[in-house]
Each structure stands twice: as C-alpha cells, then as structure tokens.
C-alpha cells in the first residue's frame, strides 16, 4: 500500500475520532441542559405552589372588607383596597399559570368537560374586570351577536383562564379608550370570541411571536410587561378542545385577540 492510501486512512481515523468527541461533548451538553430545564419547571412549580395559598388568602380578607365585613370604610379606603385587590388577582393569575404551564405540556392537566354558553363566560369575566376597567376610565362592554349558536363542549374555568388573559392584557395595555368582549357566529361549525381594544397596536414582527413561550410584547413607552406565559398557555388550551386563535392589529389601531371553538 502507498503512502499517500496510508495518509488518507489516517486523516479519516482522526476525523472520526473527532466526530466521536463531539458527538459525545454534545450529548453531554444536552443532558446538562435538559437538566436545568427540569430543575427550572420544578422550582417554578414549587414556588407558584407555594404562593397560592397566601394569595388565595389575601383575596379572601380584602372581599370581606370591601363588603363591609370589617365595618364602614371610606371611599379612598375602599378606592386603595379595590387596587390591591385587582393587583392580587393579577398575581393569582401569575400563579395558576406558572402551574398549568408543565401540566399541559407534560399532558398531566385534568379538564372537567361540560356544555356551556361562551356568553356566559364572557359575562363572568366582565363581572371579574368591571372595576378594573372603571378605574383606568375605560369604556368596558359585551357584545353578544343576537341568536347566536355558542354552546361548546369545554372545560369553562379553561377557558375562563383564557378570556380573563386576553382582558387582562387588553385592559393593562389600553391607556384610554374602551376595551370590549364579542361572542359571535363564525364560519365552519365554530363560534368566536374577540377581546377588542383600543390600545396602541402590536406591530407584525410581535404578532408573529406573541404567543410563544415566555415572549412579552413591549409596551407603549418601551417596557416589557407580564411573563409572556398566559398568551402560551391560552394557545395551548384552545388547541387542545380543536380551537384556534389569533391576533389581528395594527400599530395606533388597537388589536383584537380571538379565538373559535366548535359549537354543539
């Protein structure tokens, strides 16, 4: 055999060794960080575990106050403890999302299945945020088609959690103007939902990203708000009961968040 097979055999024996190495390196990095992926879920869990019950609590003590329980208060105490009690609920939403988020995407979440009307769940969720709304002065309504067909087969307190993200994010970015919640007929078999606002838009390179995991659209004046989880797990809710959803926006023109569901 000449030298120059003799080379060759030799710089592929060293190529592969090197591919070996890596291959070995990157399976070892991966492992790593799948690792801290796993210690990162399970603190989160533990933490918003942990939080629960505090929040859960304060929201119970600022409800007997604000019905009188504690006796008379006067119109800025009442005024205070309505805010702290509209902060708190944000904070409680924070929570449940932290949980639900590695229960839907490990499949462990449980759904309590029933027919209900997706207007009355619109109701309930103007009924949730009505306060909220009146203390930023924004117009705040639903818009319920006449006759329309929005019996879904769903789990509700689901897809409370996903009308009461998007009025949440409707309300917290929309400085003046109105927010409004629709219940309308849609095509093929669904019916639709839309959080309209008048807010300042999201631009098409955001929309496009908005409803991944931990993205958080910037605001108005620049600053990134929330955790970028309810929006994610919204997405993953209504996909699970054979649902779309999406945004519409453009920017200074408000943005209208929607989805469908099949109706019964």
């Known amino acids: 055999m000449d030298e120059s097979n003799l080379s060759l055999k030799e710089e592929n024996r060293k190529l592969r060794k ?5 291959k070995d390196e990157l399976r070892s990095v991966s492992d790593r960080l799948n690792t801290i992926d796993r210690q990162k879920d399970e603190f989160i869990s533990m933490a918003a575990h942990e939080l629960r019950a505090p929040t859960t609590a304060i929201k119970g003590y600022l409800s007997m106050m604000l019905n ?3 006796g008379d208060i006067s119109e800025r105490v009442r005024g205070y403890l309505a805010d702290a009690q509209a902060t ?3 904070l409680i939403r924070l929570v449940n999302n932290m949980i639900n988020v590695s229960r839907i995407e490990e499949g462990k979440i449980t759904y309590q299945i ?3 009307k997706l207007s009355a769940l619109a109701g309930a969720v103007y009924s949730d945020f009505k306060f909220e709304a009146e203390r930023k002065k924004l117009g705040f309504s639903t ?6 067909n929005d019996l879904v087969k769903v789990d509700p307190d689901r897809i409370r ?4 993200n998007m009025v949440s994010n409707a309300i917290k970015y929309t400085n003046e103007g109105f927010v409004k919640i629709k219940v309308l007929d849609s095509s093929g078999g669904m019916v639709r939902l839309e959080v309209v606002d008048s807010g300042p838009g999201i631009s098409e390179e955001e929309q496009s990203k908005i409803f991944r995991k931990f993205y958080r659209v910037k605001s108005a004046v620049g600053k990134t708000i929330g955790t970028g989880l309810g929006l994610y797990i919204s997405k993953l809710i ?6 779309e959803i999406g945004v519409d926006s453009r920017m200074g023109s408000g943005s209208t968040f929607w989805f469908e569901l099949p109706r019964q």
């Open 18 to 22: 090197i591919l070996k190495e890596t």
């Open 68 to 70: 009188g329980d504690a």
């Open 88 to 90: 708190n609920d944000r």
């Open 114 to 116: 029933d027919d209900v």
């Open 143 to 148: 818009e319920i088609q006449e006759n329309v």
């Open 161 to 164: 959690e996903v009308v009461a």
């Open 238 to 243: 209504i996909k699970s009961f054979d649902g």
